[in-house]
């Protein structure tokens, strides 16, 4: 179950955190993947990691803070890998503040990056998809985008327009068999979470039912079940990957 063999998938933000593990567990499971982030070092030694555990990885430098780039970067693809079946919008920025004090390029990059960025390759990608009747977008969002966050105001918004935007998609798209769902993560074991106070991260898992931080593991396999072929008749679902913390 839940394979991908014979599939091409994209991944964006994949340089670490979600989208490496994402990258890594849909080409375990037989995908060939396109590890789309900024840092090309850290996308070459992804792929080498595939590669030795023997599957198949590209790396692909994109800036999603340039969303106009992306038709040239995704032009740059060989002919071989550029019928992808499956996309996982998954880069992401924060830039916190009190609302207040937010500035409209705090606003602007946050969105732009977060919501324009998922469009933009969206866009790209969706012929190929619809001519080929045949295809997945897997958007993270986050539970911030469901619930809301103090100082995260840009964020929240990002993360609740990937939602509007995954269900008007889904019924727009549906017909052509595509399919459009969210996974909406909450608090990860990253490498920021990792440096907070020990009454910081009880605190924050205090709040949640399973009474512990998510990993990057958890979400994957979310991802990689609303890619696959077992999810075929999901679309415009938020699956909610929190533990608990959000109902």
């Not at 090309?40 to 590669?51: C, G, M, Q, S």
């Not at 106070?197 to 949640?208: D, G, T, Y």
Request: glycine fraction near 10%.
């Amino acid at each position: 179950m839940f394979r991908l063999d014979g599939k091409t998938a994209l991944v964006t933000g994949a340089s670490q955190g979600i989208g490496r593990a994402c990258a890594a567990l849909l080409a375990r499971q037989g995908a060939r993947v396109v590890a789309a982030a900024r840092s090309v070092d850290k996308l070459e030694a992804l792929a080498a990691e595939v590669a030795a555990a023997g599957g198949q990885a590209l790396p692909l430098q994109l800036d999603l803070s340039q969303p106009a780039q992306v038709p040239e970067r995704i032009a740059t693809l060989p002919a071989e890998w550029a019928d992808v079946e499956v996309l996982v919008n998954n880069a992401g920025v924060t830039d916190d503040g009190l609302f207040a004090r937010m500035s409209l390029e705090q606003w602007e990059r946050v969105i732009t990056t977060n919501l324009t960025g998922a469009f933009a390759v969206s866009r790209e990608l969706i012929r190929g998809m619809m001519r080929r009747r045949a295809g997945r977008i897997i958007n993270v969002s986050s539970v911030v985008g469901l619930m809301g966050n103090p100082g995260q105001a840009n964020y929240a918004a990002s993360k609740a327009g990937l939602i509007g935007f995954t269900k008007a998609l889904a019924r727009e798209i549906g017909s052509r068999n595509v399919t459009v769902n969210v996974v909406a993560p909450g608090y990860i074991t990253t490498a920021m979470t990792e440096v907070l106070p020990e009454k910081s991260r009880q605190e924050l898992e205090a709040v949640i039912a399973l009474r512990r931080l998510g990993t990057v593991d958890d979400v994957a396999a979310a991802v990689l079940y609303l890619a696959s072929d077992e999810a075929a008749y999901v679309t415009g679902h938020v699956l909610n990957v929190s533990g608990g913390m959000y109902m």
